[in-house]
């Protein structure tokens, strides 16, 4: 009888923290924020500087707990034409997953497109944290997505590597 209440105990400990977990993960750290004041930003071809462009219908979440957990969703009137010959084009193709509960962005769908061609990704802005790139992808019908990215400095610095001289300074930790 005795190892019945303690397998059960175990059992009963197991689920809360499993619970706990899967709501951390999935709900706990992320939040919705608002637009960026400066607006949605795309790098310029002519200046090597982000740049505003026309959005509508913004909608972002972010974490506190790692720098490439944002996601975010929003429209535009601007033409791929127009955007491949103004802004930089980013060969990170490979959209995050958001939460399930983060409706307007379904990265495998986002992924489908981008293959296709039917969407392009940009670069949003270099090193918006260490080590990490804002990439915008923006859809032929004008529907708009953007993710976090390691870049090559980010993945050097959390795998371990000498970082170098192409990199900026490390932030004190």
Request: with cysteine; charged share 20%; glycine share 10%.
């Amino acid at each position: 009888m005795n190892g019945k209440i303690v397998g059960g105990v175990i059992l009963i400990i197991a689920a809360i923290a499993g619970i706990t977990l899967y709501y951390l993960q999935v709900y706990g750290y992320y939040r919705e924020v608002p637009a960026p004041a400066q607006g949605v930003e795309l790098v310029s071809l002519n200046s090597n500087a982000p740049e505003p462009i026309l959005t509508d219908n913004f909608r972002a979440i972010d974490a506190d707990s790692s720098p490439i957990r944002y996601r975010a969703c929003f429209d535009t009137t601007l033409s791929l034409a127009m955007l491949t010959e103004t802004y930089v084009i980013s060969d990170k193709i490979d959209p995050r997953n958001a939460p399930g509960w983060f409706d307007c962005f379904d990265a495998a769908a986002i992924g489908a497109e981008l293959e296709a061609g039917t969407a392009l990704t940009f670069l949003g802005q270099k090193n918006i944290h260490f080590g990490v790139d804002r990439i915008v992808a923006i859809t032929s019908d004008g529907r708009g997505y953007i993710w976090h990215e390691l870049n090559d400095c980010g993945d050097k610095a959390y795998d371990g590597t000498i970082v170098g001289e192409a990199c900026p300074e490390l932030p004190n930790q």
